[in-house]
C-alpha cells in the first residue's frame, strides 16, 4: 500500500458549518496536494503543501485554507461549508517537484453539503 | 497555462476489442510528462501508463499503449483485448516543470459482456 490514508471517507455536513479533512502519509514525500472532482471538470488543483507550513494556492482555492504542522499531515479546511463545495476530494503526495515525480493518491472522500 | 483535453465524455466497447481513448494538451513546455490514470467505481486513481515527452517511443503496459504525437500534442490511450474490470473513469494528466499535475474532464469507458 502507498501509505496515504485520507478521513473521513463520506462525509455529510450543512451549509454554513466548519468541515477538515484529513490526509495522512507515511512516505516522509515533501510535497502533499488537494484536489476536487467534478463532473466535466477532472481534477483541479485547490492547494498544495512543499514543506511543513509551506503552502499555496491552486487553480480552486476561494473557500478553502489548509494546514501542514507536521510533515505526515495536511489538512484541508472548508471555513463555512456551501453546495457548491459538494464534491470528492483527493489527496496527493510526490516525493519532490518536477515531470519525473509521479503522484500517489489517497483514495478519496466524498463530501456532500446538504 | 498547461490545459488538457479529453473529447469524449463516454465510450463503449465489446469484451476483447480493441478502444482508443483521446487525449491533448497544450503547452510551451519541452519536458513534461503525460500520464493515463484509472478510476473504478472504487474511487482509488490507479496510474495505468506514463510518456516521458523526450522519448518518442511509445510506452506500452500489457494491454494499454499509447501514441504520442509530440508535435500535435496527442496522447491517446490504446486498450487491446478489452475486459469488463476495465470498465471505469479513465482521465489524462500531464506534468511539467515547477507545476502541478493537471487533469483531463475524463472519458467513461464501459466495456459490454
Known amino acids: 500500500d502507498a501509505g496515504i490514508t485520507q478521513s473521513p471517507r463520506h462525509k455529510v455536513t450543512e451549509t454554513g458549518t466548519p468541515v477538515t479533512l484529513r490526509c495522512h502519509q507515511t512516505?516522509?514525500?515533501?510535497?502533499m496536494y488537494w484536489y476536487r472532482q467534478d463532473p466535466g471538470h477532472g481534477l483541479r488543483l485547490i492547494h498544495y503543501?512543499?514543506?511543513?507550513?509551506?503552502?499555496d494556492k491552486g487553480e480552486v482555492s476561494d473557500g478553502y485554507s489548509v494546514s501542514r504542522s507536521k510533515t505526515e499531515d495536511f489538512l484541508l479546511t472548508l471555513e463555512s461549508a456551501t453546495s457548491s463545495q459538494t464534491s470528492v476530494y483527493f489527496c496527493?503526495?510526490?516525493?519532490?517537484?518536477?515531470?519525473?515525480?509521479?503522484?500517489?493518491f489517497g483514495s478519496g472522500t466524498r463530501l456532500t453539503v446538504v | 497555462a498547461q490545459t488538457v483535453t479529453q473529447s469524449q465524455p463516454e465510450m463503449s466497447v465489446q469484451e476483447a476489442e480493441t478502444v482508443t481513448l483521446s487525449c491533448t494538451y497544450d503547452?510551451?513546455?519541452?519536458?513534461?510528462?503525460l500520464f493515463w490514470y484509472k478510476q473504478p467505481p472504487s474511487r482509488q486513481m490507479i496510474l495505468v501508463i506514463r510518456?516521458?515527452?523526450?522519448?518518442?517511443q511509445n510506452a506500452t503496459e500489457n494491454r494499454f499503449s499509447v501514441n504520442f504525437q509530440k508535435a500535435a500534442k496527442s496522447f491517446s490511450l490504446k486498450i487491446s483485448d478489452s475486459q469488463l474490470g476495465d470498465t471505469a473513469m479513465y482521465f489524462c494528466?500531464?506534468?511539467?516543470?515547477?507545476?502541478?499535475?493537471?487533469f483531463g474532464a475524463g472519458t467513461r469507458l464501459t466495456v459490454k459482456p
Open positions: 494528466a500531464f506534468i511539467s516543470n515547477n507545476n502541478d499535475m493537471r
Open positions: 510518456q516521458e515527452a523526450y522519448k518518442q
Open positions: 503543501s512543499y514543506g511543513v507550513k509551506d503552502t
Open positions: 503547452t510551451s513546455e519541452n519536458n513534461y510528462y
Open positions: 496527493a503526495i510526490s516525493e519532490s517537484q518536477g515531470p519525473n515525480y509521479g503522484y500517489t
Open positions: 512516505e516522509n514525500h515533501r510535497y
